[in-house]
């Protein structure tokens, strides 16, 4: 009922709105239509001048809000060179931005008819229009040179001994997978896979798998200063893994495996300290739509130093040790369980 | 003449009497059906076209509000959305399920039931017989089967919000495995079904529009209109139309074969997947195909979706600076390169899909290129108003707010095309920000500068200028405010198509902010409904138009009876003796010369 209410209250100031602008324009017709909209075209002139200063005004003030709520600076090698890149991008087309919309709304102030100016006859020049074609174009080629240079080394191979981790996406959540001491990865193949004990369809022939470490909430662990690649994969839909405090990115999609490699730069616990936030956790995110449950696809990044890496290594049991704890009797302590608090309960 | 002889049912009378006679305007009575329903009079049809795009335009608008409900205020419940959704959101609270269906057709209805069918459906059909002096399309028959394709496909589509599983719910892109498995979710099952069956049937309404409008422009210009005297209107909605023929067929294609993979087994873009429990016997396929499939249409979309609205502003900026567009050669030519580089840079959409990096960087390439004709056109603009004699109607008002969002939106483009920086941006609220600016707002802005300056040609009548200006103003500075924002929270990394940000460290900092922005986006909504009454009610009310030709305007469509009949000249069409742009004086005092007014001794022509 009251929806019903709301819908004719708003048709209902419709129409008063509708009569007070038809009796406005019954007053252009009483002063002389010609009188009146001269008068009206120098309001909405001099409303183009307010709506400009407006316009900065508000993006100044828009930038002092959101400046304090910006994550913190590029924890990865790439980050750095990325955080560079997106600056001289930013001065290039603000300077573009703030030189068009001002001549926009400048013009609109000073050019608009008085009724006592001939009109000008312009209607090409060549000089001109060849200044406008050249100048973005080498605008252009200089941002397209400085994020070639910079898409390369991102994209580029692996530095050699870099760290290898897994990350693989399903609905809704994250599966990461370590090489353990052998520091290779075993082949998996997806009709090996099932919820109870082969979360990846490992192929447990290949003798490289047995001390392959899983972590189903797809937490990684990282190192500071030693490079990773991470080996994407999907068990299902695309997912994407978003590492936004890295500024990384990649799709994860099934039957192709993508990878991108980065090097962190600060540890989990110094950003605590850079931000003031104790609460202060790297997050990994789906970015690609997954489904229902895309929105609460998360992980967590650690990134340590490399004694706590090691540390925390040797604390973990292999997937197949854990899975057949019959074969490995002698095999203790038990693996601490895995920090289910910090997965998002679904919405449903 | 062949375009005579094309609509020989009712302009016979014309043929007959017409010539000779010219107060004698005899127009057959038509039966309300064939003269409003199964019309093949172009100006019938393209009100056809904007009133169903406006129907849409309200829809989705709504769906968005529903879901920036839903973002600005997570926490809480709204009766409004139970009153709606019904089940779908129970105790006020939205279904993720609903969200993602919302989002999705939102996307889909407004970039192609909008947007393209809307906009070019509309325009293309009012203009092109009117500004080239042609009496009508050149198959009027194809032109209403078009609009009837147009509508089957939005009843399909509409239907699709009733089913139990709900409407498709993968994005507007529709990105397979997710679209093509059931198991995947609910949204994938009957709902996308009706989506793919109704962008297979708004294809072929695109196609047969398309090539009417292509063959009309080529072969009815009347005597005299030269392809170098045609309004820039009629230059870009000829190659809105190329890039349409060209490009739809593909998303067909890909349409086809996902429709193949649903429901024959086949694995186009299935492979090694385990989903619902079960390994799905699928392999060798790839999704990544469907994605190369459907950007090679969804990119040239984008230019679909932004040429009329740049062909109107430069027609509206001219006509109301009283100056001739500068660089009318210039204009035409980048309209030239942008549609060729629009078929090149699909694969920008793609940077992360794991693409060979060298592939990317040439598609970094030609991408980046694309800024430079986007660029020319906006300089061209600026010098087009530079020492004019500026006229702010409505219809103006909207054509500069054009310029604005669109140089806002194309300068972002620089920042995502540029694959290095894409690699933290892509599929964040910066690419949100970013397409809404420059084709979703800017687009819109054409197309309402396009409709309050042609509505007194299509109805005889004016709309309410002050409720025009009050439209804009709130328009144009709301859009700003929803979207400028969501550009840092783009950098901040927040990805676009989350239900609920609550729990993330790094993005919950934010809900203030999209409180606010959602408070925005209703206001703007309104706003939009007093548009839509102001059109509706200026139909029957509006002031009524007594010059033929009020905005003092140099093209041919301002040379017909203030209300054209079917046929659209009383007598002869006109001929043309020169350009669209003398904004010029006239020698009398005046200052302009239209189309169909000879050269003087004398003159150069342009």
Known sequence: MSGLMLVFLVVLIFVVLYQVARSSEMVAQIQGEQQFDKKRNKILGFSMLILMIAFFVGIVWCHEYMLPLMGPEAASNHGVQYDFMFKVTLWVTGIVFVLTQVLLFWFCFKYQRNGDKAPVFFAHSNKLELIWTTVPAIAMAVLVAIGLKAWFTMTGEAPKGAMQIEIVGKQFNWISRYPGPDGELGKKYFLNINDKDNLLGQDWKDKRNMDDIIIPNGELRLVKDVPVELIIGSRDVIHDVGLSHFRMKMDAVPGITTRIWFTPTITTAEMKIKTGNENFVYELSCDQMCGKGHYSMRAIVVVETQAEHDKWLKEQKSYYVQNHPEEFPAEAPIVAPVDSSKKITMNK | ?606
Request: neutral net charge.
């Open chain 2, 1 to 606: 003449m062949s375009n005579e002889a094309a609509i020989h049912t009712d302009v016979h009378t014309h043929d007959s009497h017409g010539h000779h006679d010219d107060h004698a305007h005899h127009e057959h009575k038509q039966h309300f059906i064939t003269k409003y329903i199964f019309s093949q009079d172009h100006k019938i049809i393209s009100r056809q076209f904007l009133i169903t795009g406006i129907f849409w335009a309200i829809v989705g608008g709504l769906m968005s509000v529903f879901f920036r409900l839903q973002l600005g205020f997570p926490e809480q419940t709204f009766k409004v959305l139970t009153m709606f959704l019904g089940d779908w959101a129970h105790g006020g609270k939205m279904d993720p399920e609903m969200y993602y269906g919302l989002i999705t057709i939102h996307g889909t209805v407004l970039v192609f039931f909008v947007l393209t069918g809307g906009l070019s459906g509309t325009f293309a059909n009012f203009l092109i017989p009117l500004q080239i002096g042609a009496r009508d399309m050149a198959s009027p028959f194809l032109n209403m089967l078009s609009y009837w394709f147009f509508a089957i496909a939005g009843v399909i589509m509409f239907s699709s919000l009733f089913i139990t599983t709900g409407p498709a719910s993968g994005g507007w892109t529709t990105y397979p495995p997710l679209s093509a498995l059931k198991e995947a979710s609910m949204g994938s099952g009957l709902g996308m079904d009706l989506w793919l069956v109704s962008m297979a049937l708004f294809v072929v309404s695109s196609l047969l529009g398309g090539l009417n409008y292509i063959v009309t422009i080529l072969n009815m210009r009347t005597k005299g209109m030269s392809m170098t005297r045609l309004p820039l209107t009629i230059w870009a909605l000829l190659f809105t139309a190329i890039l349409g023929v060209l490009s739809f067929p593909v998303l067909l294609s890909a349409a086809v074969l996902l429709l193949f993979d649903r429901h024959a087994g086949t694995s186009f873009y299935l492979s090694e997947i385990y989903v619902a429990g079960k390994a799905l016997p699928n392999v060798g396929g790839s999704p990544i195909l469907y994605q190369h499939l459907f950007w090679f249409l969804g990119h040239p979309e984008v230019y679909i979706i932004m040429l009329p609205a740049m062909g109107m502003a430069s027609e509206i900026l001219a006509t109301n600076s009283r100056k001739p567009i500068f660089g009318y050669f210039a204009m035409i030519l980048s309209l030239i390169g942008i549609t060729l580089l629009a078929f090149l840079v699909w694969a920008h959409h793609m940077f992360v899909t794991g693409m060979s990096p060298f592939l990317g960087g040439v598609f970094v390439l030609l991408t980046l290129l694309i800024a430079i004709p986007s660029a020319v056109k906006v300089f061209n603009w600026l010098t087009t108003i530079w020492k004019g004699n500026i006229r702010f109607t409505v219809g103006m008002c909207f054509a500069l707010g054009f310029v604005s969002l669109f140089i806002s939106g194309g300068l972002t483009g620089l920042f995502l095309g540029n694959s290095a920086l894409d690699i933290h941006l892509h599929d964040t609220y910066f690419v949100v920000a970013h397409f809404h600016i420059v084709m979703g707002i800017s687009a819109f802005f054409g197309m309402f500068a396009g409709i309050y300056h042609w509505f007194p040609k299509m109805y005889g009548r004016f709309m309410n200028n002050t409720m025009g200006y009050i439209h804009f103003f709130i328009t144009f500075v709301g859009s700003y405010v929803i979207f400028w924002p969501m550009h840092y929270e783009g950098v901040a990394g927040m990805p676009r198509r989350y239900y609920d940000f609550s729990n993330w460290e790094s993005f919950k900092q934010f809900g203030e902010l999209n409180q606010m922005i959602s408070i925005a986006a209703i206001i703007v909504f309104i706003a939009q409904l007093f548009f839509v009454f102001n059109y509706f009610v200026s139909i029957w009310k509006g002031k009524k138009v007594t010059d033929p030709n009020p905005w003092q305007s140099n093209t041919l469509e301002w040379t017909t009876p203030i209300k054209p009949g079917h046929g659209n000249w009383d007598g002869e069409i006109p001929e043309v003796h020169r350009w669209a742009y003398d904004y010029k004086d006239d020698g009398n005092g005046g200052d302009f010369i239209p189309q169909h007014i000879p050269l003087k001794e004398g003159e150069e022509s342009h």
